[in-house]
């Protein structure tokens, strides 16, 4: 029995032990206030509130905010399916890698600006996709010079169509502008469908463009 007859192994309320603290709690936490409040609003004090432990608990198991997001970075990177890098033909792969990519950060567009230039140092889940998008490339007969900068530039797509995904429905509305910019506001008047739909037709587009802009690199 502990002081006053209370249990000793009775805790304080809201006060997790910090056995019960891991990684992945950590990382989901942190997840939530980016989407939340935004890359400003993740501070290592919002996340022990947010874990409703002591900020000393939280540093027993993160050095930083740093290592935070790297973890962050390696959960959200590990839903990408680059699968089919180990055996569909390059321009395949590199779409159905493409597409998984935008659909996972559409859902998680606040760490776009952080994940987009975060190293990748100590992340085995994002290093791991990277080596066998790598390998895709290179048994596709890419200069090993050439890799990086052309999975930047899908990468600077897909984060870009990301974005697009949450625009509203109305961006392109010139309103009581529009008769002075005809062409452009029956342009976007003719493209029909919701946002989404739009969003949709234009990651193919681009896409479908880089993908044969990129192969044909491959006979330079």
Avoid: C
Avoid at 11 to 25: D, F, K, M, Q, V
Avoid at 66 to 87: C, G, H, I, N, T
């Amino acid at each position: 029995m502990g002081t006053l007859g209370v249990p000793a192994s009775r805790r304080r309320a809201g006060r997790p032990p910090r056995g019960l603290l891991s990684r992945n709690l950590i990382t989901d936490a942190a997840l939530g206030l980016i989407a939340t409040h935004g890359y400003e609003g993740l501070t290592m004090s919002a996340l022990a509130q947010r874990l409703r432990v002591a900020p000393s608990a939280l540093y027993n198991h993160a050095e930083s905010k740093q290592e935070v997001l790297r973890w962050v970075e390696d959960q959200v990177m590990a839903q990408v399916d680059f699968s089919a890098f180990a055996s569909a033909s390059w321009d395949e792969a590199v779409r159905a890698w493409a597409w998984s990519y935008r659909g996972v950060f559409a859902t998680h567009a606040p760490l776009i600006s952080v994940i987009a230039v975060l190293p990748v140092t100590g992340a085995p889940e994002t290093l791991a996709m990277y080596e066998a998008v790598t390998t895709g490339f290179l048994n596709a007969g890419w200069q090993e010079d050439r890799i990086i900068p052309a999975i930047v530039a899908l990468e600077s797509f897909i984060f870009g169509s990301a974005f697009d995904t949450a625009a509203p429905e109305d961006i392109f509305e010139s309103g009581s502008l529009g008769p002075n910019y005809p062409l452009f506001t029956a342009a976007v008047r003719r493209r029909g469908g919701s946002q989404a739909d739009s969003a949709d037709a234009a990651f193919t587009i681009g896409l479908e463009a880089l993908i044969t802009g990129l192969k044909a690199q491959l006979v330079d």
